[in-house]
């Protein structure tokens, strides 16, 4: 039988953490081909309504049911705006060990939103689902994904190098594919909690609700 994350929804302050909706797509697709998404991710460029509407009904749900990992669409808890993406992925259910990417829309940057929401589902992942490692890989000049890392308590371990492809803008406005290298980070519990005190002053920064709608 394969390991899958429950159907849940998390939520922090500002933020919840849910499953993806037909009623996303047109703010998914808006976020998803704005030049810094690709730039730093493999998302397909132009990101069409297509896609995201693939992603957000077939892709999404099918990484928790087929025991790959999990998504969650963040929104603003007041106003339930897409504020952006958190996906664990490459789940091993033997080590108790995942990777986490994210994606924050343009007009979202600048409010902390990343930092609260990979907190909130590493806080869930460790606690609740008993998991001991979370890695993050963050390409060498993507300097605001690394600040993230860092602010969340992410360890650096080392460089794999010219491991990922990157965008990049050539001087006609078109994009041209470059090579680059991978910073990998990892949290683990006890930098968990380290990371939770010098955020929120020790308190639980999210409640997880199995099964919330």
């Known amino acids: 039988m394969t ?23 047109p703010a998914l697709a808006e976020m998803m081909g704005d030049e810094l998404v690709t730039a730093w991710t493999p998302a397909p460029h132009p990101y ?10 077939r892709e999404a749900p099918a990484e928790r049911t087929q025991g790959r990992g999990i998504v969650f669409a963040v929104t ?8 952006g993406c958190v996906h664990l992925h490459h789940t091993d ?21 990343a930092c609260e ?23 060498a000049d993507n300097t605001a994904s690394q600040q993230v890392a860092q602010k969340i308590g992410c360890i650096s371990e080392g460089v794999l190098r010219n491991a ?10 078109g994009w041209t594919e470059i ?15 380290e990371a939770l005190e010098q955020h929120t002053g020790g308190t639980d920064y999210a409640g997880a609700f199995p099964d919330w709608r």
Not at 164 to 173: K, L, N, P, Q, V
Not at 179 to 193: A, F, G, K
Request: proline residues 4%; aromatic residues 12%.
């Open 93 to 113: 259910w033997r080590t108790l060990s995942a990777e986490i990417g994210y994606v924050v829309a343009p007009w979202a940057r600048g409010e902390g939103y």
């Open 179 to 193: 090579r680059t290298d991978l910073i990998v980070w990892s949290l683990l519990p006890e930098d968990l909690d």
């Open 3 to 25: 390991s899958t994350f429950p159907d849940i929804s998390i939520s922090t302050d500002r933020l919840v953490l849910r499953p993806f909706e037909a009623e996303d797509i």
């Open 117 to 139: 929401s990979v907190l909130a589902v590493a806080e869930w992942l460790f606690r609740d689902q008993r998991f001991e490692r979370l890695e993050l890989r963050t390409a």
């Open 76 to 83: 603003e808890f007041l106003t339930h705006r897409l504020v």
């Open 48 to 57: 069409t309504t297509a896609h995201a509407r693939d992603w957000a009904l």
């Open 164 to 173: 990922w492809i990157a965008r990049s803008r050539t001087e006609d406005g």
